[in-house]
């Protein structure tokens, strides 16, 4: 049975910072692009990192390049994604995803709920 | 590309056929989510017209020019449900579907 459990959300003040954790399993995860979407009320769905397989390539939406880090640990099955800086706009329930295959999500965790707030 | 439009409602009876549209799409790579409330997105349709496995026959997808579509045929209780497209990253406003 494929899991993607997410873990590290919380609430955190401006200017603050979280490291969430996506802990994969019952797939091969060492070979598959992962990412990270998150979701608002407001906004909906929106992509905010992937990394390649190996790790050797990240990429973020515009928003929030320079303050979030997403990386992986192949040997633990697990993504994470290290966001600094927060702002109120982050607030959001991240879920972790695998793209299997060019932006399309087939596997997807339960979500963790990220509040930004003073 | 921008984000995807989609109608903010949709609705119908049991027994018949909804269509669900997403303007905006500039590649073959189409996907299309549900969810129910409180649960992740699952992904219902990809590539346009494919389903994943153990994904009902009742959904289908089609797309012309720039318009991909959804359709549920024979609506059942527990199709109702948030629907979202999604094209190269970007996702669509999200649909949510009422089944009278």
């Known amino acids: 049975e494929v899991q993607l459990v997410e873990s590290g959300g919380g609430l955190v003040q401006p200017g603050g910072s979280l490291r969430l954790s996506c802990a994969a399993s019952g797939f091969t995860f060492s070979t598959s692009w992962m990412m990270w979407v998150r979701q608002t009320p407001g906004k909906g769905l929106e992509w905010v990192a992937h990394i390649t397989p190996d790790g050797s390539s990240t990429n973020y939406v515009d928003s929030v390049r320079g303050r979030f880090t997403v990386s992986r640990d192949n040997a633990k099955n697990s993504l994470f994604l290290q966001m600094n800086s927060l702002r109120a706009e982050d607030a959001a329930v991240y879920y972790c995803a695998r793209d299997f295959a060019y932006q399309t999500f087939d596997y997807w965790g339960q979500g963790t709920l990220v509040t930004v707030s003073s | ?100």
């Not at chain 2, 903010?8 to 299309?32: E, H, K, L, N, R």
């Not at chain 2, 494919?50 to 579509?69: E, L």
């Open chain 2, 1 to 100: 590309q921008s984000a995807l439009t989609q109608p903010p409602s949709a609705s119908g009876s049991p027994g018949q056929s909804v269509t669900i549209s997403c303007t905006g799409t500039s590649s073959d790579y189409v996907s299309w989510y549900q969810q129910h409330p409180g649960k992740a997105p699952k992904l219902m349709i990809y590539e346009v017209t494919k389903r994943p496995s153990g994904v009902p026959d009742r959904f289908s997808g089609s797309k012309s020019g720039n318009t991909a579509s959804l359709t549920i045929s024979g609506l059942q209780a527990e199709d109702e449900a948030d629907y979202y497209c999604g094209n190269n990253g970007v996702f669509g406003g999200g649909t949510k579907l009422t089944v009278l």
